[in-house]
T-cell receptor, first 112, second 114 residues
Framework: GAGVSQSPRYKVAKRGQDVALRCDPI?????LFWYQQALGQGPEFLTY????????KSGLPSDRFFAERPEGSVSTLKIQRTQQEDSAVYLC??????????FGPGTRLLVL | GNSVTQMEGPVTLSEEAFLTINCTYT??????LFWYVQYPGEGLQLLLK?????DKGSNKGFEATYRKETTSFHLEKGSVQVSDSAVYFC?????????????FGGGTRVLVKP
């Protein structure tokens, strides 16, 4: 079946613009995670959903970052008033009841 | 908090050489341990995992053993191929209440030359 998909794959934003990144998890996967991967580093946890409930948002770096999953499937990560330090690859992962997380290809965000 | 430390790259090898990538971790409880691989232009893929002490994960000729006494999960392959060129990430997950979020190391780039 289809894997995790993310859109757009690339996004260039001017500093101060709002952006929205979309994640389509594997069908039926209850858990959904967002990670941020800076250039040359490992991914860092941002937030976690179980179905539509956001159970952990401890990794969101500021109140400019907001995530939602209103129907328990597709999720959107929104970044308001983007800053240059927000430039990174944003990864989405989903999992079923097992621990294995399946990752999407990521959205590469460049803030100019 | 939890953390993962892995050797910095790049690691450059010749084909058929032996590969070891060291990984050590710090965790408050009993984590599950993972190796993920990122091939050029592709997303992260799970390579192998181990969920308890002394477990050995293996896949595609790669192996790693969960060593609780040394808090390590070193990745090994006896004979690498050019196609193994990639970035390798060690990771742990803990606490089902937090949904098994992953804590990653910084990644090790491996380049295998023919």
């Amino acid at each position: 079946g289809a894997g995790v998909s993310q859109s757009p794959r690339y996004k260039v934003a001017k500093r101060g613009q709002d952006v929205a990144l979309r994640c389509d998890p594997i069908s039926g996967h209850v858990s959904l995670f967002w990670y941020q991967q800076a250039l040359g580093q490992g991914p860092e946890f941002l937030t976690y959903f179980q179905n539509e409930a956001q159970l952990d948002k401890s990794g969101l770096p500021s109140d400019r970052f907001f995530a939602e999953r209103p129907e328990g499937s597709v999720s959107t990560l929104k970044i308001q008033r983007t800053q240059q330090e927000d430039s990174a690859v944003y990864l989405c992962a989903s999992s079923s009841r097992s621990e294995t997380q399946y990752f999407g290809p990521g959205t590469r965000l460049l803030v100019l | 908090g939890n953390s993962v430390t892995q050797m910095e790259g790049p690691v450059t090898l010749s084909e058929e050489a032996f590969l070891t990538i060291n990984c050590t971790y710090t965790a408050t409880g009993y984590p599950s341990l993972f190796w993920y691989v990122q091939y050029p232009g592709e997303g992260l893929q799970l390579l192998l995992k181990a969920t308890k002490a002394d477990d050995k994960g293996s896949n595609k000729g790669f192996e790693a053993t969960y060593r609780k006494e040394t808090t390590s999960f070193h990745l090994e392959k006896g004979s690498v191929q050019v196609s193994d060129s990639a970035v390798y990430f060690c990771a742990l997950s803990e606490s089902k209440a937090a949904g098994n979020k992953l804590t990653f190391g910084g990644g090790t780039r491996v380049l295998v030359k023919p």
